[in-house]
Structures are given as structure tokens and as C-alpha cells.
């Protein structure tokens, strides 16, 4: 059964080489080394993978550079939009110009349906 599994996550393989290099509960026959030997291997295999993967530091090339930097300047443009929808809608309300059920029904729904989703 472990033989055949595929995806053994970092926690689990970490886990499974611990259990492994424990001395059995019983004395296994040679079959029963055999499996466990390969087991041990594809584990261990499968567990140095995903390790070295996770200390990998990746370095941001200029093209990652330049999507961040966008990416910050379209937040910022955003946000500033929405700042001031809502500064009109918070000064309409208390000059009387619209009342709350109307700021709630008309007005909120706007500046939110304009809200960039995450």
C-alpha cells in the first residue's frame, strides 16, 4: 500500500521516516525487510525533494519586479478612488443632501461593486 501511494506531503514523509526507522513491533521476515527497505528509499527520496524545494529561495527577476511595482501603484489608485467615493458619500450624508437608506440602497453598493475581489 505505501509503495504504491504518490503523494506523500513534507509533514507525512517527515512523519513515515520516523515511524520507519523505529525497530518493529515484531520480527519481520525477509519480504517484510524487502518492502520496507524500498519504502524507506522512495520515501526518503520523495522527502529530500520537498525539502531542498522549500529552502529554495527563488530570486524575482526585473519582469516580477515591474508586476509588483504595477501591482502596488494600480492598489494605491484603487484606494485612493475608493477613499474619496466614499468621503463624497460620508459629506452627502451629513450636509442632508441623501439620507441613510438612500447612501445604503444607491450609493454603497457602487463604491462596493467597484471593489477589487481578494
Not at 9 to 25: C, D, E, M, R, S
Amino acid at each position: 500500500m505505501l509503495e504504491a501511494f504518490k503523494d506523500h506531503g513534507l509533514v507525512n514523509t517527515g512523519h513515515l521516516l520516523g515511524l520507519l526507522a523505529a525497530p518493529p513491533l515484531h520480527t519481520p521476515d525477509d519480504d517484510e525487510l524487502a518492502a520496507r527497505q524500498r519504502i524507506v528509499a522512495k520515501v526518503t527520496q520523495v522527502y529530500d525533494r520537498r525539502r531542498k524545494a522549500l529552502l529554495e529561495v527563488k530570486k524575482a527577476d526585473w519582469v516580477d519586479r515591474a508586476a509588483a511595482w504595477g501591482e502596488g501603484w494600480l492598489d494605491y489608485i484603487d484606494s485612493v478612488h475608493r477613499t474619496n467615493a466614499s468621503r463624497r458619500i460620508t459629506d452627502d450624508l451629513v450636509n442632508r443632501r441623501i439620507t441613510h437608506g438612500r447612501a445604503s440602497l444607491v450609493s454603497v453598493p457602487d463604491v462596493m461593486s467597484q471593489a477589487a475581489p481578494g
